[in-house]
C-alpha cells in the first residue's frame, strides 16, 4: 500500500495549530515570556544586581558610573549591553547560515544555543559574576531578535514595557471601536506581562532553593520550546521555522 505523504501523527497536529509557525504561537510566547522573567530575576538577585534582559536599567548604571570616573563599575555594567549586542548580531548570523545551507531551522539551532549557554552558567562560580551575566545577556539578545512576533503582533519576552504600551493601546483601542481584534490583542500582551512576572517568582523562589543552579530552570522551560520546535519539524516535513522564516 502506498504511503502517504505529509501525515503527521495525530498528537503533532493537537499540539500545533494548522497554518501557523510555532515560533508564532501564544504558547511558545508564554513559555518564552516565563524563561525571560526568570532569566532577569536570576542575573539581579543571585549575580550581583546586573539586569539581563532590561539593558536600559544597565545603560543608566553605566552612565552613572561614568560620571563618577568608577571604570571598573562602568565596565561591569558595559559588558552584559555589550553581550546583549552580540546575541542580536548572532541570531541574525545563524539565521543567514541557515538560509545559505537551505534546510536547517536557525531559530530551532538558536535555542538549542541559548539553553546549553543558560545551563553553563549555572557552573560559574559568583566570583565570576561578570562572565555569568555577560553570557545570560547574550542569549536574551538572541531571543529579543529571534523571537519577535505573537499571532502577528509584536512582542518582546525578554521585556515588559513595549508589551504595556501595546497592551494599554490595544485595550483604549477597544474601547473606542468595539473591535474585538483589539481586544484579543491587549489580552495578549496583559497574559505575555504575566508570564514574564510569573518567571520572575519562579527565579526569586528557585535562587532561595538552589542558588546558582536555578538557571536550569530557565534552560527546562527552552529545552521544551526546542521540543515543540522539533514536533513542527515532524508535522511539516522541512517546516516552517526554518530558512525561509521570517
Not at 512576533?149 to 473606542?176: P, Q, V
Request: proline content about 2%; aromatic content about 10%; charged content about 15%.
Amino acid at each position: 500500500m502506498e504511503k502517504r505523504k505529509g501525515r503527521s501523527p495525530a498528537i503533532v497536529r493537537k499540539m500545533l495549530p494548522a497554518g501557523q509557525q510555532v515560533s508564532d504561537t501564544i504558547g511558545l510566547g508564554l513559555l518564552l515570556a516565563l524563561s525571560g522573567g526568570l532569566m532577569d530575576a536570576y542575573s539581579y538577585l543571585c549575580r550581583g544586581g546586573v539586569f539581563a534582559n532590561a539593558q536600559t536599567g544597565n545603560m543608566l548604571l553605566l552612565g552613572v558610573h561614568l560620571s563618577q570616573g568608577d571604570w571598573a563599575a562602568s565596565f561591569y555594567y558595559f559588558c552584559p549591553v555589550a553581550a546583549f549586542a552580540v546575541g542580536i548580531l548572532a541570531a541574525l548570523f545563524i539565521r543567514h547560515w541557515c538560509q545559505q545551507i537551505g534546510k536547517l531551522h536557525w531559530r530551532q539551532i538558536g535555542v538549542l544555543v541559548e539553553l546549553l549557554l543558560l545551563a553553563g552558567v549555572a557552573f560559574i562560580p559568583q566570583e565570576a559574576n561578570l562572565l555569568a551575566n555577560s553570557l545570560i545577556s547574550l542569549a536574551c539578545g538572541f531571543q529579543v531578535e529571534a523571537f519577535r512576533k505573537i499571532d502577528g503582533n509584536s512582542i518582546a519576552t525578554t521585556m515588559c514595557i513595549g508589551n504595556l504600551r501595546s497592551a494599554i493601546h490595544a485595550a483604549a483601542e477597544y474601547s473606542f471601536t468595539g473591535v474585538r481584534r483589539e481586544r484579543t490583542k491587549s489580552l495578549t500582551y496583559f497574559l505575555v506581562i504575566l508570564f514574564f512576572v510569573l518567571g520572575a517568582v519562579l527565579g526569586s523562589r528557585a535562587i532561595a532553593v538552589w542558588r546558582e543552579w536555578a538557571i536550569l530552570c530557565s534552560s527546562g522551560l527552552l529545552l521544551i520550546c526546542f521540543g515543540l520546535m522539533f514536533l513542527e519539524l515532524i508535522r511539516n516535513g522541512e517546516g516552517r521555522d526554518g530558512h525561509g522564516a521570517a
